[in-house]
């Protein structure tokens, strides 16, 4: 919330430190001047260097858009053999090995920017893939860290998932609930309630998963989660 000056102020308050004020700056001018030329430079070298990483991140968004590609190509039924004309490979840790190598290469190539950041993310979900969790965990952790909040709350659900795969619910529990409570656009709260619903359910704690399907039933009733939810709630009964 902003703070605003308070009106009651007396007059002759405001008066004096105004005052006082202009004083300082016609007795320090030559101060004053070099302080404007200093803001001035900095906020020179704060848009130059904006103008730079929006570029190197346009590049890291091309570089992105063709390991993305890879990452969806389709994989062979078993037995069928590769062709030229079209990407394919034979497994799902085949293909993760392969885009892997794509997307760690973007991730510390521009590692400050945004589709850097994505690139970090999509490094993290194909070394699931190909098994190595510590890896994976790692990864996703970093950019769990990032001040990019929508590639940040995505990486948050991948490494609940990686906790609930690894024997630690109590891990994934939390992010489910801190996702709930600080919801994104790419991962609502009821995408995080209603994964945490799942995961008490598996965890046979019947109470807390009905609890939460109430929750969202009675707050978005009409939406696709409370019928998701109500479905849940019956099913439990």
């Known amino acids: 919330m902003r703070s605003y000056t308070r009106h009651q102020l007396k007059q002759d308050s405001f008066r004096t430190s105004t005052t006082e004020t202009i004083s300082w700056a016609v007795e320090h001018r030559s101060k004053v001047t070099a302080a404007v030329v200093a803001v001035v430079v900095i906020l020179a070298v704060l848009i130059g260097g904006w103008a730079y990483v929006n570029y190197r991140d346009q590049q890291a968004s091309s570089e992105l858009a063709g390991a993305i590609q890879k990452y969806n190509a389709p994989i062979r039924p078993a037995g069928t053999p590769a062709t030229p004309e079209m990407l394919s490979f034979g497994s799902i840790q085949e293909r993760a090995k392969a885009a892997n190598a794509d997307f760690t290469h973007i991730a510390g190539k521009y590692s400050f920017t945004q589709s850097g950041r994505v690139a970090r993310y999509f490094a993290g979900i194909t070394l699931h893939e190909m098994g190595d969790n510590a890896a994976a965990e790692k ?99």
């Open 139 to 237: 990864d996703l952790q970093d950019v769990a860290d990032s001040r990019y909040q929508e590639i940040a709350s995505l990486a948050k659900l991948a490494l609940a998932s990686i906790y609930h795969d690894t024997n630690r619910d109590p891990q994934a529990i939390e992010i489910y609930k801190q996702l709930a409570d600080h919801p994104t656009v790419s991962v609502g709260k009821s995408t995080a309630q209603f994964l945490l619903a799942s995961l008490y359910e598996e965890d046979n704690q019947p109470d807390q998963a009905r609890k939460l399907y109430q929750q969202m039933a009675k707050e978005n009733p009409s939406s696709q989660a409370a019928q998701m939810a109500t479905q849940r709630l019956q099913a439990l009964k």
